[in-house]
Structure formats: C-alpha cells, structure tokens
C-alpha cells in the first residue's frame, strides 16, 4: 500500500508542476496583445468560417482554463478571459477549440474513438477504485479477492485507453490550430511561436494525465500478478 501512495504523490507532484507551469505561460501569453486586435471570439468565428463550418456556436462559459468544444449541441465554449480576450493565449486556446470543430466536422478517427468511450469511461471511473479497494481487501473489505480484483482493473483499464487516445486528439486539434492561424494571417512569426508554446503546454497536462493512468494501471497488474502467485 506504501507504494501506491508514493506511486500517488510522485504522479501529483508532476501534475502540479506542469499545471503551474502552463497557468504561468498562459498568464504570461495574456499580457501580449494580438498584433491584429482581434478576440478570442473573433479568431474562433474566423477559423469556423474559414474552413466551412457554419453550426456551430460560439458561446462565452464561466471559469479559467474552462474552454471545450461540446460535440453534442455544437458549441465552442469560451471562458471569459478566452471570449473577450485579444491576447496570444486567447487566439491561441480559441483556434484549439476550434481545431475539435473541425476533427468533428472532418468525423477525425480518434475523436470519433473518444465520443464513443465517454460512456463507458464514465461508469468506469466512478467504478473501478472502489472495486479495486474490494478486490485488494483494503479499508474493511476482508482479504480481498482476485476476481474482483482483475474486475476493477479491467475497469481503470478504459480510463486509461481513453487518456491515451485524448493525446492525439489534443495534439491533432493544436496542430490544426497552428497551421490555419498562420496560413489566416492570424498569428505569424513570434506571435506564431509564442502561440505554440502555450498550446504546447496545455497539451502535456493531457501526457501527464496519460503517464499517471498507465503508471498506475501497471502497478495495480502487478499486484495482481503477484497475487495470482503466491
């Protein structure tokens, strides 16, 4: 068990470090003014417009970092600062919504992969840990059980496939964003690489969450396997 929770705090003490190094860069980014003037809301419509989308909207949402695009009422969802915003890191975010749009639009596979493992992750992940905790007999649950035990690492396991096809998606829809930001006139040069630079990190809290899925998944094999043989 004293390995789990070195296992815990090594993975959240590297989340931590990158979540603050994305929040600075992202708040460094939001100091520099777009050379064209134009918001995040504007950078969002442009890029739809600019590759033939016309259904979906652009919407503001409350929170900070809170930004997505919702696939099932066709929304790209802005936070305030993103909205509003006529920074690099407001461009910057709202053409990676964007880039989504366009995957969904595209019918990309991996995010037409991901859409159909909403469901299933959703029951796993709220599953998984409380059977795990059974099957190992952790927290009053008796000597635990190997059935119940693969049981729940069986379930943890759909997380992780889903963690691991999220990188792709996440990087494809960044890539997009990038090479039509430039080829629009949106953001060129150092705007261009001070761009990059914040979507860069937001894309390594997803490798991040991905490391930590499949780290703790192998652990949980493991003592399953060592189980399975004493």
């Known amino acids: 068990m004293m390995g789990y929770f070195l296992l815990a705090g090594v993975l959240f003490l590297l989340g931590m470090a990158v979540s603050s190094r994305l929040k600075s860069k992202f708040n460094e980014y939001s100091q520099i003014p777009l050379s064209n003037g134009m918001s995040g809301r504007e950078v969002a419509e442009k890029m739809l417009h600019d590759n033939g989308i016309h259904d979906v ?119 997009r964003a990038l090479k039509w930001m430039e080829s629009a006139n949106v953001a060129r040069g150092q705007e261009h690489d001070q761009a990059a630079d914040a979507l860069k990190w937001a894309a390594r809290t997803y490798v991040v969450a991905a490391i930590a899925s499949v780290a703790t998944l192998v652990y949980y094999l493991m003592i399953f396997l060592n189980r399975r043989d004493d």
């Open 57 to 175: 909207q652009v919407i503001s949402t409350p929170g900070f970092l809170s930004d997505h695009y919702n696939p099932t009422d066709k929304t790209v969802n802005l936070s305030p600062d993103v909205f509003e915003g006529r920074s690099i890191s407001a461009a910057a975010v709202a053409a990676h919504e964007c880039g989504h749009a366009v995957q969904h639009a595209t019918a990309y596979s991996m995010l037409m992969l991901r859409s159909k493992l909403v469901p299933v992750v959703q029951i796993s992940t709220n599953l998984s840990q409380w059977v795990i905790i059974a099957g190992l007999g952790w927290m009053g649950f008796g000597g635990g059980n190997q059935t119940l035990l693969l049981i729940g690492i069986l379930l943890f396991a759909a997380s992780t496939v889903f963690s691991l096809v999220t990188l792709p998606v996440e990087y494809d829809a960044s890539a």
